[in-house]
Protein backbone atom coordinates (compact mmCIF):
# COMPACT_ATOMS: atom_id res chain seq x y z
CA UNK A 1 0.00 0.00 0.00
CA UNK A 2 2.60 2.49 0.78
CA UNK A 3 4.41 2.28 -2.81
CA UNK A 4 0.72 2.53 -4.39
CA UNK A 5 0.53 5.77 -1.89
CA UNK A 6 3.51 7.02 -3.12
CA UNK A 7 3.18 6.26 -6.83
CA UNK A 8 -0.37 6.09 -8.35
CA UNK A 9 0.44 9.06 -10.17
CA UNK A 10 3.07 7.68 -12.25
CA UNK A 11 1.17 4.96 -12.39
CA UNK A 12 -1.70 6.90 -13.91
CA UNK A 13 1.01 8.50 -16.07
CA UNK A 14 1.88 4.95 -17.15
CA UNK A 15 -2.03 3.77 -17.90
CA UNK A 16 -2.19 6.89 -20.05
CA UNK A 17 0.55 6.31 -22.11
CA UNK A 18 -0.77 2.42 -22.46
CA UNK A 19 -4.18 3.91 -23.57
CA UNK A 20 -2.92 6.66 -26.30
CA UNK A 21 -0.75 3.79 -27.99
CA UNK A 22 -4.06 1.31 -28.07
CA UNK A 23 -5.93 4.54 -29.21
CA UNK A 24 -2.92 4.92 -32.08
CA UNK A 25 -2.93 1.67 -33.20
CA UNK A 26 -6.51 1.08 -33.07
CA UNK A 27 -7.43 4.35 -34.99
CA UNK A 28 -9.27 3.22 -37.78
CA UNK A 29 -11.84 0.82 -35.69
CA UNK A 30 -12.78 3.28 -33.16
CA UNK A 31 -15.76 5.54 -33.28
CA UNK A 32 -15.11 9.28 -32.87
CA UNK A 33 -17.08 8.95 -29.70
CA UNK A 34 -15.23 6.13 -27.98
CA UNK A 35 -12.22 8.43 -28.83
CA UNK A 36 -12.92 11.21 -27.26
CA UNK A 37 -14.35 9.67 -24.03
CA UNK A 38 -11.00 7.59 -23.83
CA UNK A 39 -9.02 10.82 -23.94
CA UNK A 40 -10.76 12.63 -21.52
CA UNK A 41 -9.78 9.32 -19.42
CA UNK A 42 -6.29 10.37 -20.34
CA UNK A 43 -7.09 14.07 -19.03
CA UNK A 44 -7.73 13.28 -16.05
CA UNK A 45 -4.85 11.04 -15.44
CA UNK A 46 -2.84 13.69 -16.68
CA UNK A 47 -4.51 16.72 -14.89
CA UNK A 48 -3.75 14.19 -11.16
CA UNK A 49 0.28 13.86 -12.23
CA UNK A 50 0.07 17.57 -12.99
CA UNK A 51 -1.24 18.03 -9.29
CA UNK A 52 0.90 15.37 -7.10
CA UNK A 53 3.73 14.65 -9.58
CA UNK A 54 5.12 17.03 -11.22
CA UNK A 55 5.19 20.31 -10.60
CA UNK A 56 2.88 18.47 -8.05
CA UNK A 57 2.46 20.98 -4.98
CA UNK A 58 -1.27 21.33 -5.27
CA UNK A 59 -1.37 19.50 -1.43
CA UNK A 60 0.53 22.58 -0.55
CA UNK A 61 -2.09 24.92 -2.20
CA UNK A 62 -5.20 23.19 -0.86
CA UNK A 63 -3.69 23.09 2.52
CA UNK A 64 -2.06 26.25 3.31
CA UNK A 65 -3.32 28.27 0.85
CA UNK A 66 -7.11 27.35 0.86
CA UNK A 67 -8.09 25.74 4.41
CA UNK A 68 -4.43 27.64 6.14
CA UNK A 69 -3.45 24.54 8.11
CA UNK A 70 -1.98 24.74 10.97
CA UNK A 71 -0.37 20.91 10.03
CA UNK A 72 -0.24 21.44 6.32
CA UNK A 73 1.71 18.02 5.61
CA UNK A 74 -1.35 15.72 6.42
CA UNK A 75 -4.18 17.99 7.35
CA UNK A 76 -7.12 18.02 5.93
CA UNK A 77 -5.69 16.64 3.07
CA UNK A 78 -3.03 13.94 3.05
CA UNK A 79 -1.85 11.18 0.60
CA UNK A 80 -4.03 8.32 1.82
CA UNK A 81 -7.00 10.26 1.19
CA UNK A 82 -5.61 12.15 -2.17
CA UNK A 83 -4.66 8.69 -3.32
CA UNK A 84 -8.52 7.44 -2.79
CA UNK A 85 -10.34 10.44 -4.09
CA UNK A 86 -8.88 10.61 -7.17
CA UNK A 87 -8.41 6.83 -8.37
CA UNK A 88 -12.27 6.83 -7.70
CA UNK A 89 -12.25 9.86 -9.73
CA UNK A 90 -10.30 8.89 -12.61
CA UNK A 91 -11.24 4.86 -12.58
CA UNK A 92 -14.71 5.17 -11.98
CA UNK A 93 -16.24 8.54 -12.71
CA UNK A 94 -14.27 9.02 -15.96
CA UNK A 95 -13.03 5.73 -17.13
CA UNK A 96 -17.23 4.45 -16.93
CA UNK A 97 -18.37 5.91 -19.83
CA UNK A 98 -15.11 4.78 -21.73
CA UNK A 99 -17.59 1.12 -21.47
CA UNK A 100 -21.08 2.95 -21.85
CA UNK A 101 -21.16 5.61 -24.59
CA UNK A 102 -24.62 5.62 -25.48
CA UNK A 103 -25.34 6.32 -22.08
CA UNK A 104 -24.99 10.38 -22.48
CA UNK A 105 -25.37 11.43 -19.23
CA UNK A 106 -23.05 9.00 -17.51
CA UNK A 107 -20.34 11.03 -20.14
CA UNK A 108 -21.95 14.60 -19.37
CA UNK A 109 -20.90 14.58 -15.88
CA UNK A 110 -16.91 13.98 -15.96
CA UNK A 111 -17.32 16.84 -18.72
CA UNK A 112 -18.60 18.88 -16.93
CA UNK A 113 -16.30 18.23 -14.08
CA UNK A 114 -13.43 19.17 -16.25
CA UNK A 115 -15.31 22.77 -17.30
CA UNK A 116 -15.70 22.93 -13.22
CA UNK A 117 -12.07 22.44 -12.94
CA UNK A 118 -11.21 25.79 -14.72
CA UNK A 119 -13.50 27.75 -12.18
CA UNK A 120 -11.44 25.79 -9.19
CA UNK A 121 -7.76 25.79 -10.52
CA UNK A 122 -8.48 28.66 -12.62
CA UNK A 123 -10.11 31.34 -10.92
CA UNK A 124 -10.90 30.52 -7.06
CA UNK A 125 -7.18 28.44 -6.03
CA UNK A 126 -5.69 31.73 -8.53
CA UNK A 127 -6.89 34.39 -6.39
CA UNK A 128 -6.61 32.95 -3.06
CA UNK A 129 -2.92 31.71 -4.07
CA UNK A 130 -2.60 35.48 -5.89
CA UNK A 131 -1.04 33.69 -8.84
CA UNK A 132 -1.51 32.93 -12.50
CA UNK A 133 -1.10 28.79 -12.09
CA UNK A 134 -1.37 26.06 -9.72
CA UNK A 135 -0.88 22.65 -10.69
CA UNK A 136 -3.88 20.78 -12.37
CA UNK A 137 -4.45 24.36 -14.58
CA UNK A 138 -2.33 23.51 -17.59
CA UNK A 139 -4.33 19.90 -17.98
CA UNK A 140 -7.37 21.90 -17.93
CA UNK A 141 -6.54 24.20 -20.86
CA UNK A 142 -4.66 22.29 -22.67
CA UNK A 143 -6.77 19.11 -22.43
CA UNK A 144 -9.97 19.38 -20.65
CA UNK A 145 -11.77 22.10 -21.97
CA UNK A 146 -11.06 21.04 -26.18
CA UNK A 147 -11.83 17.54 -25.17
CA UNK A 148 -15.19 18.96 -23.31
CA UNK A 149 -15.80 21.13 -26.25
CA UNK A 150 -15.23 18.49 -28.96
CA UNK A 151 -17.96 15.78 -27.14
CA UNK A 152 -20.49 18.98 -26.74
CA UNK A 153 -20.00 19.52 -30.08
CA UNK A 154 -20.42 15.85 -31.01
CA UNK A 155 -23.90 15.13 -29.19
CA UNK A 156 -25.27 18.31 -30.29
CA UNK A 157 -24.08 17.97 -33.79
CA UNK A 158 -25.34 14.35 -34.26
CA UNK A 159 -28.43 15.22 -31.65
CA UNK A 160 -27.55 12.38 -29.00
CA UNK A 161 -28.41 14.05 -25.89
CA UNK A 162 -32.18 14.38 -24.95
CA UNK A 163 -33.47 16.84 -22.12
CA UNK A 164 -33.28 14.09 -19.55
CA UNK A 165 -29.22 13.73 -20.32
CA UNK A 166 -28.59 17.33 -19.71
CA UNK A 167 -30.30 17.02 -16.59
CA UNK A 168 -29.42 13.41 -15.35
CA UNK A 169 -25.63 14.78 -16.30
CA UNK A 170 -25.66 17.65 -14.38
CA UNK A 171 -27.21 16.02 -11.51
CA UNK A 172 -24.50 13.62 -11.45
CA UNK A 173 -21.89 15.84 -11.98
CA UNK A 174 -22.68 17.79 -9.07
CA UNK A 175 -23.30 15.53 -6.70
CA UNK A 176 -20.03 13.47 -7.44
CA UNK A 177 -18.22 16.84 -7.16
CA UNK A 178 -20.22 16.95 -3.31
CA UNK A 179 -19.31 13.16 -2.79
CA UNK A 180 -15.62 13.28 -4.05
CA UNK A 181 -14.26 16.42 -3.67
CA UNK A 182 -16.22 18.36 -0.68
CA UNK A 183 -17.59 16.04 1.49
CA UNK A 184 -14.58 13.18 0.50
CA UNK A 185 -11.93 15.69 1.82
CA UNK A 186 -13.77 16.03 4.84
CA UNK A 187 -14.60 12.54 5.74
CA UNK A 188 -10.70 11.14 5.21
CA UNK A 189 -9.05 14.12 6.89
CA UNK A 190 -7.04 13.04 10.20
CA UNK A 191 -5.32 15.28 12.23
CA UNK A 192 -3.30 12.07 13.37
CA UNK A 193 -2.54 10.84 10.19
CA UNK A 194 0.62 9.41 9.72
CA UNK A 195 0.50 10.12 5.73
CA UNK A 196 2.55 13.19 5.25
CA UNK A 197 2.69 14.86 1.65
CA UNK A 198 6.98 16.18 1.21
CA UNK A 199 8.26 19.25 1.33
CA UNK A 200 8.09 19.06 -2.72
CA UNK A 201 4.38 18.42 -2.82
CA UNK A 202 4.21 21.53 0.01
CA UNK A 203 5.85 23.60 -3.08
CA UNK A 204 6.29 27.98 -2.97
CA UNK A 205 3.56 27.74 0.25
CA UNK A 206 5.79 26.24 2.67
CA UNK A 207 8.01 27.90 5.58
Not at 7 to 20: H, I
Not at 173 to 179: G, M, Q, W
Amino acid sequence: MNMMRKYWPDLGMLVAAVTAIGMVLNYHSMSELSMILWLSFIAILVHQFEEYRWPGYFGGLFNIVIFKSAQPKHYPLNPQSAMVINLIIAYVFYLLPVFFPTLIWLALAPIFMGFFQFIWHGIFANIKAKTWYNPGLFAVLVLHFPIGGWYLYYIIEHKLASTTDWIIGFAYFAIAVYLLIIKGNMWMKDIQSPFHFSDKQMGPYYK
